[in-house]
């Protein structure tokens, strides 16, 4: 079976091909269907493929397949190979599970749109790419899916082209990202300058040999790497595009924005574990990143009024979370919150989709307000997420969240404060939007109120699968007892190596039972104040909200705008760059060297004439910037 | 190395003497009887003082191209000659090939008109 | 006895078919009435095609011919290859631009084969005074072909300026050719060489070299050596600026390595700086000014001064590497360009009408399918994988960062993460806006058709299975070495 992983990426490909080529005339139904069954087939795949994984000694759970030589070139050969391990093995499944789902549920969110072809093309097309950036063997190949992915979520964003704002997220989501992918380049470059290969299975044991723990080297590459994964995973201080995302169709919200592409940056981190031990600087970098991204997107969260956008920055914030595990060197924890995260959110999506579909597209959370009556099972399945979401016993984000803390007060209680801390506003800020939609009082208006239906079953199906999850995910990671940390055994092998090096010197610290114990009590605790808190504000006590708005004013007015992160960058960056191209296109190129040779007794002419000037499109002039440029390179020659 | 430029040197010599030569007995022996237009230089017979941005005929430039394009292959035919016979059969192919390839341009030229005068 | 050198048409053949072919389309359009235009692409073709077949027997040679004049290598080999297939899909595209004012322009095909004639010599010489013989050969077909269109003023201005400049840059090179010819006693590239390793190197020979590398910047639209490129990308028939981008671009690179490389390679210590610095230069300058441009003719035009930037990251990466990912990256290029240039000239319709980055809204509603290949052109310029772009960037500054240049990699990299952003703007426009009015529809040859889908081919082929054509890169510069 595991000879047989390359199909894993290719029936979402196919799927791809046949609605992007052939899709022209099928009717809708045909086109959903075929784009879910390819990734429910790769789902079956992937499964099977985990079930013989599991039947293998642990030792020998890794296994690469070579498909074909991709590039061969004198030091260079890249492989089309993938790798079957742990790691990949838990991101196939989540990407092609979630994917399944999301699929099905989109069938019936999209029915009617303009585009649906379009839309399962790319889905699919999404898909594949981040079967191949999880599945790959090596750098290079698991960058095209990084580019693959980028690509398809700059498409699947902008999918409502007509609207400027959508297509404008498309392309700033897109630039962002090629920020963090220059970093991701060049850390990659340098990795293969030092070990000469890129496939992992080189690359990762040789890594003790040819690097030195802590040195300048292994730093670089990783801090360079984790560039990379901040434009992905929306972190700080590349976090801005992921709320601008949310202007796609909700279910890629879900399924790129939530489950799977953002988590991209957490998984490359912690396959890049053996990296990241040696070099104890990254790893604080990316910890305080992290727990910094958590708090601050937190914070963010607690002021929107647009659900999805409420969303988006718990998001962010959740990612920080996997990229504090990751940096205090728990990269099971992540990855485990990576998976139940990939659960619960793509659940609140779908839900707040739902929701969306039920009040013909409003996503103000002001204008809703009652809805739990109307339409029961959205709200019943959102309580199911936020309880996941906020931490309460025993639902799928108490299990990995409590074990991030853990680890994290194990590291340094500065970190378990950020995490805390920034959980009571999960805690609260999820609940807040919880009874704002649906609990109070309504404040939907007359012509939406009317058309308030349930959704149909092809989407409420798929969320009380993903509910059923929320619920029970956590479960494989049951902390205290021995062996029942199924998840972290499973994983163990694919870190061992990084754990070693982060013991070494040190003797494996021995925790206390009570002291876990008290931790989730702890946790739980923090959890249930922020929902008690959301709830004497939002329901016992509605006026509280707007009293502490005006408590806090200006406090609140800059969390409102996201502490004005966007145009701060505009102002920094964008326009900087804009205005500086202009620049140089129009007084380097057209000015300065065309007025240096002109250069004496141009002072004397007015500024008219310099404008002039500016656009001359001049033979002469073009011909004295080839002599200054003569007269430079044989005066540097001559000189030299 | 310097004694090879010296029939250079002399060539030189004798071209500027005999240019002078013909300048100064020009004047010196001429009838001279100056009117404006005689005095004006040549040029492909338009007036060379005015504006440059003006039309003007190319007919004379397109002249003056074709008869430097054959007067260079003329050039090319006369040191050929000499040494024909020591060049045998390849020296003949090879200028049979020049020749045609000028030919053909000839035959372009000829045919689009570039030879009519209007 | 005159002694008579050892004369190698066979060496030579594939550059005679191309001017042999060049004669014949040049009669058979002066007797044919009607259809000149096609005749003479079909001929073009088969000239391309008999020269191509003429060509395969120099992969295998390793030697000198025309008394040391020519090298007769795999290197040539693989630029002759090149210039065939830049020239060939040219002739493709360019056809039913010769049509357009109901004038048979079949001069257009000879200019073109002479042109390529000219760069075969240009990258096959193994002495100065041929490279300057090829240049001239090449520059003059072309400063005609810039202009050839009769109907448009921008076109003749920009034959004009190009000449003047180009004429400029030429005094420059030869200038730069007879003060090392001063020095050294001789152009061919061994007695070059043998004067630099000798070490006593004179002030004067460092003057020429510096000149000649002028007239190679100029040739390659090096900054700042390029102000010409956008006024005459602009002006000049698309299909033409495309052949401009790539063929003359090739060679006037296979020349520039060759020069550097075979003859003055213990120098390098005062050459690479210079070229480090135009390679950075170019490639900021190039992109930069790339984004704030509307016009698409221009924007390609600034895009492809920033690629020349890249590819003299190859120069200064040296080794075989360096020069080798140049070879890769050329060959990725003349795809990607060419079928760019090629939807550009399709959408720009008759009398390049529609060449502004507006003009493209819409087209994946209209043409899906070329919206789609644009797309693929576009992503592999930017270098986005799986396209040959990017293992043609790939390449460049892995070799780089081995050579110990990281600086200019990163300014490689970055300026590249830039140039998505002016290549995405097109993208963007094609399938998330709507045109203001509706253009008129699209005309389709079967020639265009053919060449944009070879040209997306070569794109995709080379770029999934690089393997092929990065050995056969690396074998062609083994001779150089």
Excluded at chain 1, 56 to 79: C, E, H, Y
Excluded at chain 1, 414 to 429: E, H, I
Excluded at chain 1, 474 to 492: C, N
Excluded at chain 3, 180 to 199: C, I, T, V
């Amino acid at each position: 079976m595991i000879e047989l992983v390359w199909l894993i990426p290719v029936f979402p490909f196919i799927g791809f091909l046949i609605n992007g080529l052939f899709g022209r005339n099928f009717p809708e139904k045909v086109i959903g269907w075929i784009g879910a069954l390819s990734v429910g087939a790769s789902f079956v795949v992937a499964l099977g493929i985990f079930l013989e994984l599991l039947g293998m000694p642990a030792a020998q759970r890794s296994v690469q397949k070579i498909v074909f030589t991709w590039i061969l070139s004198g030091d260079l050969n890249v492989p089309i190979g993938f790798l079957v391990d742990p790691l990949s093995m838990v991101m196939l499944l989540v990407v092609t599970g979630v994917g399944c789902l999301i699929h099905i549920y989109s069938i019936g969110y999209m029915h009617g749109e303009l585009g649906f072809r379009r839309f399962f093309a790319y889905l699919n097309l999404f898909v594949f790419n981040m079967l191949i950036l999880v599945a790959a063997n090596n750098f290079l190949l698991m960058f095209v899916g990084w580019e693959g992915v980028g690509l398809c979520s700059y498409l699947l964003i902008g999918y409502y082209y007509e609207k400027q704002s959508a297509a404008d997220a498309g392309k700033k989501a897109f630039v962002v990202n090629r920020v963090g992918d220059f970093g991701f380049l060049i850390g990659m470059f340098l990795i293969f300058v030092t070990f000469g290969s890129l496939n992992y299975l080189d690359v990762f044991p040789a890594a003790q040999e040819k690097l030195t723990q802590g040195g300048l080297m292994v730093t670089l590459i990783t801090l360079l790497l984790f560039v990379g994964a901040t434009g992905k995973s929306a972190q700080i201080p590349l976090y801005t595009w992921l709320p601008d995302a949310m202007e796609g169709p909700t279910p890629v919200s879900a399924l790129i924005h939530a489950a799977t592409m953002v988590t991209a940056g957490v998984y490359m981190v912690s396959r890049c574990s053996v990296f990241y031990a040696m070099a104890p600087v990254s790893m604080t970098t990316v910890a305080v990143i992290g727990g910094a991204t958590a708090l601050f997107a937190a914070t963010m969260g607690i002021t929107q009024f647009d659900i999805k956008r409420v969303l988006a920055y718990s998001t962010i914030s959740q990612l920080g979370y996997m990229f504090m595990a990751c940096g205090v060197g728990a990269f099971a924890s992540g990855i485990f919150h990576l998976m139940t995260h990939a659960f619960f959110k793509a659940l609140l999506f779908l839900s707040a989709g739902s929701v969306m579909h039920a009040m013909s597209g409003e996503l103000d959370m002001r204008k809703m307000g009652a809805l739990s009556k109307k339409i029961p099972i959205t709200c019943t399945v959102y309580w199911f997420g936020t309880l996941a979401i906020a931490g309460i016993v025993p639902f799928a984000g108490f299990f990995s969240k409590d074990e991030i803390l853990f680890f994290a007060l194990v590291r340094n209680p500065a970190f378990w404060v950020l995490g805390a801390v920034a959980a009571v506003m999960t805690s609260f800020y999820m609940f807040r939007s919880l009874y704002m939609t649906f609990y109070g009082e309504s404040r939907v208006d007359h012509e939406t109120a009317h058309h308030v239906h349930e959704s149909p079953p092809l989407m409420t199906v798929p969320l009380m699968v993903l509910a059923a999850l929320s619920l029970v995910g956590g479960f494989v990671g049951v902390p205290i007892f021995e062996g029942w940390h199924r998840f972290g055994d499973f994983l163990a092998p694919v870190f061992a190596p990084a754990k070693a090096i982060l013991e070494h010197g040190h003797h494996a610290e021995h925790h206390s039972v009570t002291m876990e114990v008290v931790l989730m009590a702890v946790s739980v605790g923090i959890a249930v104040l922020g929902w008690l808190f959301a709830r004497w504000m939002y329901v016992t006590n509605p006026s509280a909200s707007d009293k502490a708005v005006e408590k806090f004013g200006s406090v609140h007015t800059l969390v409102y705008n996201k502490y004005w992160m966007d145009e701060i960058y505009d102002a920094l960056f964008v326009n900087s760059i804009v205005n500086f191209s202009k620049l140089l296109w129009k007084y380097f190129d057209e000015g300065i060297i065309d007025a240096i040779v002109n250069g004496v007794g141009s002072v004397t002419r007015g500024i008219g004439e310099l404008l002039r000037w500016l656009q001359t499109g001049l033979v002469k002039d073009y011909a004295y910037s080839i002599l200054l440029g003569v007269l430079v390179v044989i005066g540097y020659l001559v000189l030299k | 190395m310097i004694n090879s430029y010296l029939p250079v040197l002399v060539i030189l010599l004798v071209s500027a003497f005999i240019g002078l030569a013909i300048i100064v007995l020009s004047t010196v022996l001429a009838r001279r009887n100056p009117t404006p237009v005689k005095l004006m230089p040549y040029e492909c017979g338009m007036d060379p003082i005015g504006g440059a941005r003006r039309r003007f005929s190319v007919r004379f430039f397109v002249m003056g191209m074709l008869f430097i394009v054959f007067d260079i292959e003329l050039i090319f035919l006369f040191p050929w000659t000499t040494v024909y016979d020591k060049l045998h059969f390849f020296g003949f192919v090879e200028m049979l090939v020049f020749v045609l390839i000028l030919l053909v341009g000839l035959v372009y030229v000829w045919k689009k008109g570039a030879l009519e005068w209007e | 006895m005159i002694p008579i050198p050892e004369v190698n048409l066979g060496g030579i053949l594939p550059a005679l078919v191309l001017c042999l072919a060049g004669l014949v389309v040049m009669m058979l359009g002066l007797f044919i009435r009607r259809g000149a235009v096609a005749t003479a692409a079909v001929v073009s073709i088969a000239g391309v095609l008999i020269a191509a077949a003429a060509n395969t027997p120099l992969r295998m040679m390793d030697k000198q011919a025309f008394a040391g004049l020519i090298n007769l290598d795999a290197y040539t080999w693989f630029f002759n290859l090149l210039i065939l297939i830049s020239a060939g899909l040219t002739v493709l595209t360019s056809v039913r631009y010769l049509t357009d004012d109901g004038l048979d322009m079949y001069e257009y095909f000879v200019l073109l084969l002479f042109a390529s004639a000219g760069m075969m010599f240009m990258v096959s010489a193994n002495h100065l005074l041929i490279v300057f013989v090829g240049l001239e050969t090449l520059s003059i077909a072309i400063y005609v072909l810039v202009g050839i269109l009769p109907s448009s003023k921008k076109s003749k201005e920009a034959a004009l300026k190009y000449l003047l400049l180009g004429a400029f840059s030429s005094a420059v090179f030869l200038y730069g050719a007879a003060l090392l010819y001063g020095s050294a006693g001789s152009l061919g590239f061994p007695e070059l060489a043998k004067y630099f390793k000798a070490g006593q190197i004179s002030r004067m020979a460092y003057v020429g070299m510096g000149m000649v590398l002028v007239g190679f910047a100029f040739k390659v639209a090096a900054v700042p050596f390029h102000m010409w490129t956008p006024d005459v990308y602009e002006g000049a028939p698309a299909p033409l600026t495309g052949f401009m981008s790539v063929g003359v671009k090739a060679a006037a690179f296979a020349a520039f390595v060759r020069v550097f490389f075979q003859s003055m390679l213990p120098a390098q210590m005062n050459w690479i700086e210079i070229i480090w610095l135009l390679a950075a230069l170019t490639m900021v300058l190039g992109n930069l000014a790339a984004i704030v441009q509307d016009n698409i003719k221009r924007m390609l035009a600034y895009s492809s001064i920033a690629h020349a930037g890249y590819l003299l990251i190859g120069m200064v990466a040296g080794k075989e590497a360096g020069p080798a990912g140049m070879l890769y990256y050329l060959l990725a290029y003349t795809f990607t360009n060419l079928g760019a240039f090629g939807v550009v000239a399709l959408v720009g319709r008759k009398g390049e009408a529609n060449v502004m980055i507006d003009d493209y809204r819409g087209l994946a509603k209209t043409n899906p399918f070329l919206a789609l290949a644009m797309s693929i052109f576009l992503f592999s310029l930017a270098g986005i994988p799986p396209t040959a772009g990017f293992v043609g960037k790939f390449t460049i500054f892995s070799a780089a960062i081995n050579a110990g240049y990281i600086w200019l990699v990163v300014i490689g990299v970055l300026t590249s993460a830039a140039s998505v952003f002016y290549y995405f703007r097109v993208v963007m426009k094609m399938y998330m806006e709507v045109p203001e009015t509706q253009p008129a529809e699209l005309q389709f040859s079967p020639a265009m058709l053919l060449a944009l889908g070879i040209a997306l081919v070569g794109v995709l082929y080379i770029g999934v299975f690089p393997t092929n054509y990065l050995n056969l890169a690396a074998l062609s510069v083994k001779p150089l070495f």
